[in-house]
């Protein structure tokens, strides 16, 4: 059975960190491209970072470029999203996507900033 499972979302204040995880099981995700997505209440969803199978350099939303980090640990089967210097307007539900096309999703995370 596919399955992906975020974690490490919270509350935290302004330009603190978080380190979000998506775990897969039924998979190897190193075998697909990877992404972050978010979804702020009353917006649509947007595509934080994507990363190919193959590696290679990320390709990250200019609103978090220099703030966040995506890696993986294909021992364990995880991506991860680093995140530094947040800020109120990254408040959101923050799910991961496996594969080509749609895809599989995550359930997604709450991350919320504020003071």
């Known amino acids: 059975q596919v399955q992906l499972v975020e974690s490490g979302g919270g509350l935290v204040q302004p330009g603190g960190s978080l380190r979000l995880s998506c775990a897969a099981s039924?998979?190897?995700?190193?075998?697909?491209?990877m992404r972050w997505y978010r979804q702020a209440p009353g917006k649509e969803r947007e595509l934080v970072v994507a990363?190919?199978?193959?590696?290679?350099?990320?390709d990250y939303a200019d609103s978090v470029k220099g703030r966040f980090t995506i890696s993986r640990d294909n021992a364990k089967n995880t991506v991860y999203l680093q995140m530094n210097s947040l800020k109120p307007e990254d408040t959101a539900v923050y799910f991961c996507n496996a594969g080509y096309g749609s895809g599989w999703w995550g359930q997604g995370t709450q991350v919320t900033v504020s003071s």
């Open positions: 039924g998979f190897a995700l190193s075998w697909y491209p």
């Open positions: 990363i190919s199978s193959a590696g290679g350099s990320p």
